[in-house]
């Protein structure tokens, strides 16, 4: 699918429908690889880290999760690029798991949230078969076992292996991962599973609206974040900034 650029990360020219119906049409086609759904802070981030920049760059999708990154997209011409939450991207497949036969393994969080995910699942979408739960430990990218992860997700056979542990770890660990599974489609998901459990809230709609999802989501998980806000905050405004002023010189 064709990308646009904000430097030099790229994310995918798509909506939540067409993302959908991609997806859909790569999994017929056993076309697997993972997926990025990235906000300003994952683009910032891709611009001072070239191997996270590759990672995001070379993945199935990366969907514009935050708005900011929607709004760069229309300044540059690109009007049908459309925010789309993790949340709403979640909530989409698992609708579609009754057509297509979709199965799925939550990987991330802890043993309690996954308890809540799994029981409203069983309500909310009954057809949406639910492989595996696990809660990793807190651990360093080197310690996941990647290889022994990988042979339980050959055999397992999950259609898509959501993955909450938050950028960019989440990320770097499907980027090792996807190369070696057979069946399967990695979807980093970031505080989806908290959402889904209940633990967390999305923000009010005027939040979303002016771009500031992602600030109420860093308040809500109350821990510092490197880079800090107000770093994230002016190279946002630059770059939409920039974005409008490059579009209007063509």
């Known amino acids: 699918m064709e990308r646009f650029a904000i430097g030099k990360f790229k994310a995918s020219i798509t909506d939540l429908p067409k993302a959908i119906d991609y ?16 906000n300003a802070r994952s683009a910032y981030q891709s611009n001072q880290e070239p191997d996270y920049c590759e990672i995001q760059n070379n993945s199935l999708l990366t969907v514009a999760d935050g708005r900011p990154i929607s709004w760069i997209a229309h300044n540059l011409g690109y009007k049908e690029v459309g925010q789309i939450a993790g949340i709403e991207l979640f909530n989409g497949l698992l609708k579609e798991s009754k057509k297509f036969g979709y ?6 969080s802890t043993d309690s949230t996954l ?20 809660s990793p430990p807190f651990q360093p990218l080197e310690q996941f ?27 770097r660990l499907m980027a090792l991962l996807q190369p070696k599974l ?12 908290e959402y ?40 946002t405004i630059k770059e939409i900034l920039y974005s409008k002023l490059k579009k209007s010189t063509f």
């Open 23 to 38: 997806i859909n049409k790569c999994v017929i086609a056993q076309k697997f690889n993972y997926i990025c759904v990235s």
């Open 103 to 108: 199965s799925h393994y939550f990987f991330g």
């Open 115 to 134: 308890k809540m995910m799994s029981e409203r699942l069983a309500a909310e979408y009954p057809d949406a078969k639910l492989i595996k739960v696990f």
């Open 145 to 171: 076992g990647v290889d022994s992860l990988a042979d339980e997700l050959n055999d397992l056979k999950p259609t898509f292996f959501w993955v909450g542990l938050g950028a960019p770890k989440q990320e």
């Open 182 to 193: 057979k069946h399967t489609i990695c979807i980093g998901v970031g505080l989806v599973f």
């Open 196 to 235: 889904y459990a209940g633990n967390v809230k999305r923000a009010p709609k005027w939040i979303r609206k002016i771009g500031m999802e992602w600030l109420f989501r860093d308040f809500q998980q109350k821990r510092k974040r490197i880079p800090p806000f107000h770093v994230i905050f002016k190279w």
